[in-house]
Nanobody, 124 residues
Framework: QVQLVESGGGLVQPGGSLRLSCLAS????????MGWYRQAPGKQRELVAA???????NYADSVKGRFTISRDNAKNTVYLQMNSLKPEDTAVYYC??????????????????WGQGTQVTVSS
């Protein structure tokens, strides 16, 4: 099974930027889609952004216009560029493989294990 490792999180002031990376242990070129998720304390995990193997993207309303998801199949890596960060973006961010449209649309979660994630804290 492909293992995923998230990185790039940290502490940033409101209005700042971060770029998260998700490195896969194997090829992701043929995977239906890749998604970034987040879970804030006391809240359910939610889909933040997803990108299909052909480049179609889907974003949560709360991050549209601020976050950009991209993928580099040659490097087996998915990125999440986060700009204009807000305190409410504070959460642990995870990536995962998405094998169905339901996953891509955020209607269900992948039936796979989750990595350790990367903590993003937005605070002054």
């Amino acid at each position: 099974q492909v293992q995923l490792v998230e990185s790039g999180g940290g502490l940033v002031q409101p209005g700042g930027s971060l770029r998260l990376s998700c490195l896969a242990s194997g090829s992701i070129a043929s995977v239906f889609a890749m998604g970034w998720y987040r879970q804030a304390p006391g809240k359910q995990r939610e889909l933040v952004a997803a990108i299909t193997r052909t480049g179609y993207t889907n974003y949560a309303d709360s991050v549209k216009g601020r976050f950009t998801i991209s993928r580099d199949n040659a490097k087996n890596t998915v990125y999440l560029q986060m700009n204009s960060l807000k305190p409410e973006d504070t959460a642990v961010y995870y990536c995962n493989l998405q094998t169905t449209y339901s996953h891509y649309a955020g209607l269900s979660e992948p039936d796979r294990s989750w990595g350790q994630g990367t903590q993003v804290t937005v605070s002054s």
